[in-house]
């Protein structure tokens, strides 16, 4: 059964760096696509950014120069380095596996961790 | 942006049907068949329930369907049950940048 548990989300100050993790069960990250998807309070949800199999980065460009998508296969986890944050970085974050073929589609969610960003 | 657009709320009566629309643009859902949909109940993470416009994940309830026309897509929800109840969300994968954009989300309410 596939698995997603985040974990490190918090309150940080503006500015402040965080980094969020995924633990994945059931499944190998480094053999899958993988996301990061917020969604600020009573908001829609927004793409942040994906790992593909090969180890190739995308971000969204409102995070592109901050934040950071990584992996750890020997941990089989998954992580997002989040620095100089901002008030609009709040947002609950989850990770998320996608279906094969590169379209996008989020077929499996962690549970989601709560990041608020004071300024 | 608002790239792609939903009613912020549909209501229906147990057993009945509702539709749910998602309108974009050329660029984000007209041109692509590369649509899904998620369910959201409070508190939780989504779960997709369609994707590529009308194919269901295993395990998702053939209640569930999903068309498309045009710059607007639907999701269809048959025989309304009580745990129906949820929020909806559209998306679209586009080459564009970003690649991936949702709606703002449909409060479907069971009556």
């Known amino acids: 059964e596939v698995q997603l548990v985040e974990s490190g989300g918090g309150l940080i100050q503006s500015g402040g760096s965080l980094r969020l993790s995924c633990a994945a069960s059931g499944f190998t990250v480094r053999g899958n696509y993988m996301s990061w998807v917020r969604q600020a309070p009573g908001m829609r949800l927004e793409w942040v950014s994906i790992i593909y199999n090969d180890g190739t980065t995308y971000y969204a460009d409102s995070v592109k120069g901050r934040f950071t998508i990584s992996r750890d296969n020997s941990k089989n986890t998954l992580y997002l380095q989040m620095n100089r944050l901002r008030a609009e970085d709040t947002a609950v974050y989850y990770c998320?596996?996608?279906?094969?073929?590169?379209?996008?589609?989020?077929?499996?969610w962690g549970q989601g961790t709560l990041v608020t960003v004071s300024s | 942006q608002s790239a792609l657009t939903q009613p912020a709320s549909v209501s229906g009566s147990p057993g009945q049907s509702i539709t749910i629309s998602c309108t974009g643009t050329s660029s984000y859902l007209g041109d692509y068949n590369y649509v899904s949909w998620y369910q959201q109940h409070p508190g939780k993470a989504p779960k997709l329930i369609i994707y590529g416009v009308s194919n269901r994940p295993s395990g998702v309830s053939n209640r569930f369907s999903g068309s498309k026309s045009g710059n607007t897509a639907s999701l269809s929800i048959s025989g309304l049950q009580a745990e129906d109840e949820a929020h909806y969300y559209c998306?679209?994968?586009?080459?564009?940048?970003?690649?991936?954009?949702f709606g703002g989300g449909t409060k479907l309410t069971v009556l």
């Open positions: 998320a596996t996608l279906l094969p073929g590169g379209f996008y589609y989020f077929d499996h």
């Open positions: 998306s679209s994968y586009t080459t564009s940048s970003p690649p991936v954009v």
